[in-house]
């Protein structure tokens, strides 16, 4: 199998890893845009794809998310399946443009939402399709420190802060509308505010409300960069019980008492992610999140 990454980022390494966890003969070819980036142990650097003569069996994007749109088309010739690192896009300028011309070619695509694979996610979907009880209200918190993402790094310098690249924790933590609108489908209607007004005095947009309008029930998300204890959480109101599930601790709650429990290693999600495109690619119809239902959550994130 042959593989062709485009932005080989921390993320990448994620998706390499995973890779190298399912298939042993993967081969993986990073097209750089310059020979100064550092080398990657089993990666093979590209400057161009011009009289290439490597047949990928598909590729990944992973490079700024400013740059997708870009990079979309540019693959596009090449007429291979595209794994998409989410956000798909930071703007909706051109995006049902490059929509229509995946769709044309009939090119297989994904944008990655790793939360999909999360085994408290997938817990608290099958419960809701046992349940009968109605939803009365749902509240979606995640507030995290982006200093501490990468300490190694002046926080203001990375990706996240940087809105012209595609930062901001509406787009860096998309993940929470990507989960909601797959649990709960999509919204009749919603509303947002966007601030950039804590004391982490960056540029991008560090706090976003959403309010999801569903026919029973109103959902509420709420994301930030500058909460210091890391938080997670899902609560879903019904009728009879309240559902908290804890993403951090790694377990779901029904009126208090844990009723699923499991915490997993970083690297999970991203390899049942590429376990699940990998069979999709092969041939099976798992069209989970392609770019057109990707696109209609961008919407709501950013209309």
Known sequence: MRVLIVG??????????????????????ALRSGATGNKTDGVTDLYT?????????????????????????QLLPLGIPLFIEKPLFHTLEKGQEVLDKCNELGIKTYVACNLRFNPIIRFVRE??????????????????????????????TIYSAIPELGGGVHLD????????????????????????????????????????EYPAFTANLTLNYYRRDTKRELEILFEDATLVADLVGGSVKRNGEIIF????????????????FLAYIKGQDLPMNNINEAFEILKICLK
């Open 49 to 73: 794809l011009t009289d290439n003569s490597v047949q990928f069996d598909f590729a990944i994007i992973s490079n700024p998310t400013s740059a997708h749109n870009d990079t979309i088309e």
């Open 127 to 156: 419960y809701l399709g046992q349940t009968t009880a109605q939803i009365n209200e749902v509240n979606i918190y995640t507030g995290s420190y982006l200093p501490d993402w990468r300490p190694q790094r002046d926080f203001r």
């Open 8 to 29: 080989l980022g921390s993320i990448a390494h994620k998706h390499i890893y995973a890779l190298n966890q399912l298939s042993a003969d993967t081969e993986i070819y």
């Open 173 to 212: 933590l998309i993940h929470e509308l990507d989960y909601a609108c797959w649990l709960f489908g999509l919204p009749l209607s919603s509303q947002k505010k966007l601030t950039n007004k804590s004391s982490l005095d960056i540029p991008a947009i560090d706090f976003a409300h959403y309010n999801l």
């Open 261 to 276: 429990q499991q915490k997993t290693e970083v690297y999970y999600t991203y390899i049942e992610q590429m376990k699940y």
